[in-house]
């Protein structure tokens, strides 16, 4: 295939070179400790982030400083370190830049998180090599990851045709690729000696084997989760988790939880935030008491962490914007900042965003607040000027009101600016154009993503109703303040 041909040679060399080199190892059985150093200590950049990673609580539950590759493996085993070293180049090998980077980050957050998920399950069913099931797990999506980084154009049209929202993704990716992405991952796997356990995995899904149904595990809960942890279907794989493995619902959520949170905190100690940021840590655990036969699938949004809807609270913010005198200490932004707070805490909002333009003519967050909210307000841009049709400049341009709902069947996904397809891909919000003086001047947006929570109608229209009433509001001290300055 002419794609393994460019990914070997030019695109991923030495991710290729080191998943041989390490493959070949772990096949010789006279294979010792010193042979394994040498080939981590090759490169001096990976080897100090592999020092960095066995050095954390996760790994290094004695506290004992780890200070060469030799006393890693001899602390942590062959099996851990050469997971570690692969996992490492593999991210060291991907492109974090450019316009589908974000396509990357949710690709390789997934990959991580079921990965984590699948190693610990193969270790509480006692698994002799648990570490050949995270390898083979985090290796799944290779082909995936490969061509998000690598596509160029090809990655650009996919992409394009994923955010008008598709039936069929296997059809749509041999439409415009040629071929389906997981027969990538199979050739990659096969042409780089990656592990058999990988192969089996890519063309057995229904195998009822124990290993490969860790790793098909893994692979759901991630990408049932990344919609959030109240979900059916989350709660679906909990349940059954929990009868498999003759657990409570409360245990089997505990367990699933605390893989999540250690496959974050390991994937920031590997220098990925941006990525960490995207594994969708659970709610916080019930604690012992009153709540000890609630399981993590069955909280509630935790009081004041996540509003709920507050009709007394929208009341006050009109009655503060209708009395507050506009000038030099309170004007149109804070005036926006006010409205924004009140619709998370009025509205029942996990996150609340406006964008207007910058100086340089780019849609811009301008006020943001609520939970996980940094990353959505560094991402949040985009160019109005762009040819390229998109829901968002529709509403500025014809005004009117957007409502996603992701949780309902055959939904279709808006077609957005290109930096926030992979952004908003599956998650459920609403929009409307801010409208001052006649004029479109910006955006609203809200959902409530880290909660879980539906976003269903009579939220949406309770969210469309009151920032209609406050733009009318804002619009009118604005003419009453501009005819007292006129006077």
């Known amino acids: 295939m002419e794609w393994v041909q460019r990914l070997s040679v030019q695109d991923m060399p030495v991710f290729a070179h080191s998943a041989r080199m390490l493959q070949e190892l772990t096949e010789k059985s006279d294979a010792g400790m010193a042979e394994m150093a040498e080939i981590v200590q090759r490169d001096p950049v990976l080897a100090a982030k592999l020092m960095r990673v066995a050095n954390s609580a996760y790994y290094n539950q004695s506290g004992l400083p780890v200070g060469s590759i030799q006393r890693a493996i001899l602390v942590l085993g062959m099996d851990v370190v050469r997971q570690l070293y692969l996992t490492v180049s593999l991210m060291d090998s991907l492109v974090t830049t450019g316009p589908l980077r974000e396509r990357v980050d949710q690709e390789l957050a997934r990959a991580l998180h079921a990965a984590f998920q699948a190693k610990a399950i193969a270790q509480l069913s006692q698994d002799p090599a648990p570490e050949e099931i995270f390898v083979a797990t985090l290796l799944v999506s290779i082909g995936n990851l490969a061509f998000w980084c690598f596509g160029g154009k090809l990655a650009i049209e996919l992409d394009m045709h994923l955010r008008k929202g598709v039936s069929d993704l296997g059809q749509i990716q041999k439409e415009v690729v040629g071929f389906r992405l997981f027969l990538l991952s199979s050739a990659?796997?096969?042409a780089?000696?990656?592990?058999?356990?990988?192969?089996?995995?890519?063309?057995?899904?229904?195998?009822?084997?124990?290993?490969?149904?860790?790793?098909?595990?893994?692979?759901?809960?991630?990408?049932?989760?990344d919609q959030g942890w109240f979900t059916r279907q989350v709660r679906t794989l909990g349940v059954r988790f929990s009868v498999e493995h003759d657990m409570s619902l409360r245990e089997a959520g505990a367990f699933l939880a605390r893989n999540t949170a250690a496959a974050a905190a390991m994937t920031r100690e590997m220098g990925a935030a941006s990525t960490s940021q995207r594994i969708p840590l659970a709610p916080t655990a019930p604690s012992d008491g009153e709540e000890d036969n609630l399981s993590v699938f069955d909280l509630p949004p935790p009081v004041g962490r996540f509003p709920v809807e507050n009709a007394q609270n929208r009341l006050d913010c009109l009655k503060h914007l209708a009395s507050?005198?506009?000038g030099t200490d309170f004007g149109v932004l804070q005036a926006l900042e006010t409205l924004a707070e009140s619709v998370r805490n009025g509205c029942g909002m996990d996150r609340v965003l406006v964008a207007m333009l910058d100086g340089d003519g780019i849609m811009r967050s301008k006020a943001a607040l609520g939970e996980m909210i940094h990353a959505l307000e560094r991402e949040f841009h985009w160019d109005p000027?762009?040819?390229?049709?998109?829901a968002f400049n529709r509403?500025?341009?014809?005004?009117g009101f957007l409502h996603i709902r992701t949780d309902l069947p055959n939904w279709k996904p808006p077609i957005l600016p290109s930096n926030l397809g992979a952004l908003l891909q599956g998650i459920s919000f609403v929009a409307l154009p801010l409208v001052v003086l006649g004029r479109s001047i910006g955006l609203w947006y809200a959902d409530r993503t880290p909660s879980g929570r539906v976003l269903d109608e009579e939220c949406a229209k309770t969210c469309h109703t009151f920032l209609t009433?406050?733009?009318?509001?804002?619009?009118?001290?604005?003419?009453?303040?501009?005819?007292?300055?006129?006077q």
Request: proline share 4%; hydrophobic share 40%.
């Open 469 to 486: 009433q406050g733009a009318a509001l804002l619009e009118a001290r604005i003419r009453q303040t501009s005819g007292h300055r006129a």
């Open 395 to 399: 509403l500025m341009e014809e005004g």
């Open 324 to 326: 507050v005198p506009f």
């Open 188 to 190: 990659l796997a096969d």
């Open 192 to 225: 780089w000696k990656l592990p058999q356990l990988l192969q089996q995995s890519l063309h057995n899904m229904n195998s009822s084997e124990d290993r490969i149904r860790h790793i098909h595990f893994g692979w759901q809960f991630a990408q049932a989760s």
């Open 385 to 390: 000027q762009s040819r390229a049709p998109n």
